[in-house]
């Protein structure tokens, strides 16, 4: 019998490469070439499977050149590249990585808060610029963490991670707005309090974004919610770019209409709005939330046993259209 050929689009861990090659013909790109949407399309021309990153955009064009595939596994819990109705449409299985990066995701939310609130990567520019020449009471004092307002906007698993550290942790006062409330247990494991999304930008000390990316949660956060924040407040965004206005943001962080931001993702990414470069009061990660090698390779890990789940034994582990399987 002919084994399916798959596509893995990015470099990935050479063993997750070893672990896909005993079920599948792998192409892969371990040189880690940036490919056009023509030449993705091209590659996967009498592939079944897809291996993608959370940047590959599988649109429902893609899908029309593409009649042999029949799933695509991301590499990532976000799943915003994938037109899904389109691929339902298709009859292509779309999953994705979700549980394995929950706590590790939530590690990075608390570090860039703390970063944030406590001004780390600014105070060492300063230092490493050669500017520290004496000690002054009020140098680099930032916005106290424990014992605080944590406001978390998007109340998945992630921001649950989040609520618990900051509650039970720091001592902070957990407030949360989500599209729908919590059920009462979970509430209490997490320590937190629905409130809606105007009240919990006026009272928390911390915002911290947590919401999956879509046409509904774009701008989230623009001008008008900017306005609402305390002026000593901080927000946090590892959810993905284009929840928060970034524009607007750069400028109210250079009015210090908040006083900082952390940012992990970024309308546009790679790219990053040149004013947020300008301005001092924001720290500023590459979309690394998940990268600790422990989990990026447990979400590789999960991709390449979704396609194996489905391509050779007919049951994905992760899917997000279970119904092109009906
Ligand atoms: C990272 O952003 C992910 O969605 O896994």
């Known amino acids: 019998m ?4 798959i596509l893995v689009t990015r470099a990935v861990f050479p063993d997750v490469l070893d672990h896909l090659r005993q079920h599948f ?4 790109n371990q040189a880690d070439d940036a490919w056009s949407a023509d030449e993705l399309a091209q ?16 649109t429902a064009a893609l899908l029309a050149r593409c009649p042999g595939l029949k799933i695509c596994a991301n590499m990532a819990v976000g799943y915003n590249n994938f037109d899904v109705p389109a691929m339902t ?19 990075f939310g608390f570090a860039l808060l703390m970063a944030t609130a406590r001004r780390v990567t600014e105070s060492e520019h300063y230092l490493r610029a050669g500017k520290w020449t004496r000690w002054a009471y ?19 698993r992630i921001g649950q991670g989040i609520a618990k550290r900051g509650a039970l942790g720091f001592g902070m006062k957990v407030i949360y707005h989500n599209r729908s409330r919590l059920d009462d247990a979970t509430e209490g494991q997490c320590r937190a309090t629905y409130v809606g999304k105007e009240a919990l930008l006026r009272t928390a000390d911390h915002v911290v974004l947590v919401v999956p ?21 901080t927000l946090v965004n590892i959810a993905r770019g284009g929840i928060v206005d970034d524009a607007a943001l750069a400028v109210a962080l250079r ?21 947020l470069l300008t301005v001092p009061n924001v720290v500023l990660t590459p979309h690394i939330a998940s990268a600790t090698v422990g989990t990026r ?7 390449a046993d979704n396609l194996i789940g489905y391509l050779v034994h007919g049951k994905p582990l992760t899917p997000l259209n279970p119904e092109v399987m009906a």
């Open 138 to 156: 009020d140098m680099f004092s930032g916005c106290e963490v424990h014992g605080s307002t944590l406001g978390i906007i998007g109340m998945g």
């Open 297 to 303: 390779r447990a979400m590789a890990m999960l991709a």
């Open 89 to 107: 449409a298709a009859g292509v299985l779309a999953t994705n990585a979700p549980d394995v990066l929950t706590e590790t995701t939530a590690d």
């Open 255 to 275: 009015d210090k209409r908040i006083a900082g931001a952390g940012l992990d993702v970024f309308e546009g990414e790679p790219k990053v709005h040149p004013d």
């Open 213 to 233: 990316y879509s046409k509904e949660s774009h701008h989230t956060i623009g001008a008008a919610e900017l306005a609402l924040m305390k002026p000593t407040a």
């Open 2 to 5: 002919t084994r399916p050929s």
């Open 25 to 28: 013909e792998v192409e892969a």
């Open 43 to 58: 590659r996967l021309q009498g592939k079944a499977g897809a291996f993608t990153s959370g940047a590959d955009p599988i």
